[in-house]
C-alpha cells in the first residue's frame, strides 16, 4: 500500500517482506530513503496525518502499529492493536487512526495525542477494509461476508449494519461523501452506495 502527503511531495509505500517504507519523491518518481520498521513485521498498511507530521503504519506480522515522524523519518512510538492488522485510516481532524485487525475480528482506535488505543470496537467475523467519512462523522468497515458495519466516531460504537451480499475488499468515499463505492472481489464488480439510503445505486 502507498500513502501520498498532503504537505510534501512524497509518497510512503509499505514493503511487507522487508519490514520497512519507502519513502518516494513523488516529483522525480525516485525512492530516496527506506525506513526501518525495527518492532514491526510484515507492513501491510498506511495513512498519514493530514498535517504529513506522521505515517502510521498497520504491522500485520506483530500485531502493533509503528508511528513514523516524517520529520525525522524515525519510528517514534509502536502502539499494540488486535492480531492481524492490516489497514488503517487517520480522521480528517487527525485526532484518530482506525485500525482494522482481521485476525481478531475488531478496530482499534489509536489516539494520535497520545499514541495509545483508546477503544477497540467489535465487528464481527474477518473485517478486511475500512475508510473514514470525509466529515468524520462515520467509518465504514467492510467484510469479507459482504456485511458493512458503520462505527460512528462520536461514540466508537458500531451503530449500523447494511450487507452488500458479496465478498469486500475496499471502500472509498466521494469527497462530499454521498456515494461511497465498495470493491466486490468474487463479483469483479464495483457496487456504488447512496450513503443516506444505503441502498445501491
Known amino acids: 500500500e502507498v500513502a501520498i502527503s498532503n504537505t510534501k511531495p512524497l509518497g510512503y509505500a509499505v514493503n511487507h517482506f522487508s519490514d520497512s517504507v519507502s519513502v518516494i519523491n513523488t516529483s522525480t ?11 514491526g513485521a510484515g507492513p501491510t498498511g498506511i ?11 498497520a504491522d ?6 509503528s508511528v513514523i515522524d516524517t520529520g525525522s523519518n524515525l519510528v517514534t512510538a509502536t502502539v499494540p492493536v488486535g492480531e492481524g492488522p492490516s489497514t488503517i485510516a487517520v480522521t480528517p481532524d487527525g485526532g ?10 475488531n478496530v482499534s ?3 494520535t495525542a497520545t499514541n495509545t488505543v483508546s477503544a477497540t470496537i467489535p465487528i464481527g467475523k474477518a ?13 465504514y468497515v467492510v467484510q469479507s461476508s459482504g456485511d ?21 475488499i475496499d471502500v ?11 470493491a466486490a472481489f468474487d463479483a469483479d464488480v464495483v457496487i456504488a452506495v447512496d450513503t443516506s439510503s444505503k441502498s445501491v445505486m
Not at 149 to 168: A, E, H
Not at 172 to 182: N, V
Open 172 to 182: 472509498a468515499f466521494t469527497a462530499d461523501g454521498r456515494q461511497a463505492y465498495f
Open 109 to 111: 482506535v489509536i489516539r
Open 96 to 105: 484518530r487512526s482506525y485500525v482494522v485487525n482481521g485476525d481478531s475480528g
Open 60 to 65: 500485520q506480522g506483530s500485531n502493533v502499529v
Open 47 to 57: 495513512a498519514i496525518t493530514p498535517n504529513g507530521a506522521r505515517a502510521y503504519v
Open 29 to 39: 518518481f525516485t525512492s530516496v530513503l527506506t525506513i526501518s520498521l525495527f518492532s
Open 127 to 139: 473485517p478486511t477494509n475500512l475508510e473514514v467519512s470525509p466529515n468524520g462523522a462515520q467509518v
Open 148 to 168: 458493512v458495519r458503520i462505527i460512528n466516531t462520536g461514540t466508537d460504537t458500531v451503530t449500523g449494519t447494511f450487507s452488500l451480499g458479496t465478498t469486500l
